[in-house]
């Protein structure tokens, strides 16, 4: 079928703009339904086999492509997957005499001190995991399969490489080697950091414990919650962007029980609506989450609103990501401890830091492979194992085979994030050489990054992005030195 573009992409940023503030309004707690099936109804020709085929013919940009294929999946199962948020929503853990709201879960397991509670209160969720979740997320999973061939691709793999331009065969050959290389050192590095943060050392550690390290209790004094906003407020300040009175951008931070745990930015109109949310909890990972979905807010909030919807709104989301780890890198930047935070001697906040970014570049190294693994086969019979020993190499702890299907993000996120780390490790480098090592408190540095943001995700992906910073090579052994050297 012929395809005029410009309705098109009139259309697909209607639809965007509801599906985001619906996705906005139910994981910020605002509404306990998930009402994506009217939408995906009212927007049925964006994802039609026909408007797949017909952008494909007409040459238009592979992001469009992505975007009605994606969509055509999303569409084709949109039942299954409000199913799943409702069932998620409503969902309650019973742990030592109480009813705990499934999401809000992790937040408590984070804060608990006692390990052998953390594990219980994680037994029970993996349970829930299990026998709730799991069954749906299967056949949600065997229907994607389907579908991607019903499109005419071979295999999910294929598909999204093709449509992504990313090569996932040969990234997963860069983070083999970054996990080979890294295995020697890995203990070395992370253990002293696990017995200073939760007084646990590899043989007696298990997965429940990792929230809680990552949580590092023991830095709380240095993140007083009451800094929080402030903090972000100043760095942003100093590079010249007001965020208190910026227009369109919503910083959410109040508390309600149904609240994802997890920090989340909803770009509902780019670059004009705009909302940053967050569930607190105090200390450390608290600050990381907010500086992270700051990158996020930042950057959507400052792209050309006269640049083509595939631009502003889709591309290569390794861009969006870069800019979000180079905010939240702030946070264990020595510089920036001390000015923003006011911390002399930041050394143990830095140290915890590089090791928990060791730990996460590991397990998504591993989930990568496993995930190509998941969706390269002819069955995902007996993948669980595989899951779960995968992530226990990579990691140095025994995994839970439960999660084998929660952590599977859609469309290989994974590669964004992994290729967003090695984009964050140059674009700090040429901020630091150009501005100096307090560059956050530059407004030229701000005025170049805004320069960077407007471009949206760039037709040229990381890629263009890395050439405009300097760089030569988007490639992901760049981190070995900088986890080596601990900038």
């Not at 919650?225 to 208190?244: C, F, H, K, N, Q």
């Not at 180079?326 to 911390?343: A, C, K, M």
């Not at 993000?409 to 994974?414: H, I, K, L």
Request: glycine content about 8%.
């Amino acid at each position: 079928m012929a395809i005029d573009l410009t309705a098109y992409r009139r259309e697909a940023e209607e639809f965007l703009e509801s599906l985001d503030r619906e996705y906005y309004l139910h994981f910020s707690g605002q509404q306990d339904d998930f009402e994506i099936e009217p939408i995906y109804d009212r927007h049925a020709g964006l994802f039609a086999r026909g408007a797949v085929d017909g952008l494909r013919e007409a040459g238009a940009a592979p992001a469009l492509v992505e975007f009605a294929a994606h969509g055509h999946l999303g569409r084709e199962t949109k039942a299954g997957s409000a199913e799943l948020a409702r069932r998620e929503a409503a969902l309650e853990v019973e742990w030592d005499g109480e009813r705990i709201p499934f999401r809000s879960a992790a937040v408590v397991q984070a804060n608990e001190p006692d390990p052998d509670r953390r594990a219980e209160l994680e037994g029970a969720r993996n349970a829930l995991t299990e026998s709730e979740l799991n069954p749906l997320l299967r056949e949600l999973f065997e229907s994607s399969r389907t579908l991607t061939k019903d499109l005419g691709w071979s295999s999910y793999v294929s598909m999204c490489e093709e449509l992504s331009g990313i090569d996932l065969g040969a990234l997963e050959a860069q983070t083999t080697a970054f996990l080979e290389a890294t295995e020697e050192g890995y203990e070395e590095l992370v253990e002293p950091q696990l017995r200073r943060q939760i007084g646990l050392g590899f043989s007696d550690l298990r997965r429940s414990d990792l929230a809680a390290f990552f949580r590092a209790p023991s830095l709380d004094a240095g993140f007083p919650r009451e800094r929080l906003a402030p903090s972000l407020i100043e760095t942003l300040g100093g590079m010249g962007i007001d965020v208190a009175s910026q227009p369109g951008v919503t910083i959410d931070m109040e508390r309600r029980p149904k609240k994802s745990p997890r920090a989340f930015c909803a770009a509902v109109r780019v670059p004009d609506e705009v909302y940053l949310v967050i569930a607190p909890v105090g200390g450390r990972e608290d600050f990381a989450a907010l500086f992270h979905e700051a990158g996020h807010t930042e950057h959507y909030a400052h792209v050309d609103r006269e640049l083509p919807f595939e631009d502003r709104y889709l591309g290569d989301n390794s861009v969006t990501e870069g800019f979000a780890f180079l905010f939240e890198h702030l946070v264990s930047n020595p510089e920036w401890l001390r000015r923003r935070l006011g911390i002399e001697d930041p050394t143990a906040i830095v140290e915890h830091a590089r090791a928990s970014k060791l730990v996460f570049l590991r397990r998504y190294a591993a989930k990568l492979a496993y995930e190509l693994e998941l969706h390269g086969g002819s069955s995902a019979d007996g993948l669980e194992k595989a899951y779960a020993r995968r992530l226990s190499d990579a990691v140095h702890v025994e995994w839970p085979s439960s999660s084998w299907l929660t952590d599977v993000d859609p469309f290989f996120y994974a590669s964004r994030y992994l290729r967003a780390w090695a984009l964050e490790t140059h674009t700090r480098a040429a901020m630091r050489e150009r501005f100096g090592p307090e560059w956050f408190e530059d407004p030229e540095a701000g005025a170049f990054l805004r320069d960077l943001w407007r471009r949206g995700q760039g037709s040229g992906g990381g890629e263009e992005i890395l050439d405009a910073v300097g760089g030569s090579e988007l490639d992901f052994r760049v981190l070995l030195d900088d986890v080596a050297e601990g900038h």
